[in-house]
């Protein structure tokens, strides 16, 4: 563990915060992978939704126009 100055016994981390920060920037080194992955996905939805909302609005105002 490293020394912490602030801690009573010098050595020991009682909050754990070293190891809680420790654990954030492993998951947050693994995350970009798994992000990039589902990027694709996420883009493909956005991309179908955009799609359709034209198709909606253009269906629409053809009706009302019509």
Do not use: K
């Not at 009682?14 to 693994?30: H, I, K, L, P």
């Not at 992955?37 to 955009?50: C, H, L, M, T, Y």
Request: hydrophobic residues 45%; aromatic residues 6%.
């Amino acid at each position: 563990m490293a020394n912490n100055p602030q801690s009573p016994n010098g050595n020991q981390d009682q909050a754990g915060s070293t190891q809680m920060f420790r654990a954030f920037v492993d998951e947050g080194g693994r995350q970009p992978q798994t992000a990039a992955s589902a990027s694709g996905g996420s883009r493909f939805g956005v991309i179908a939704g955009v799609v359709a909302a034209i198709v909606i609005v253009a269906a629409v105002a053809w009706l009302a126009l019509g």
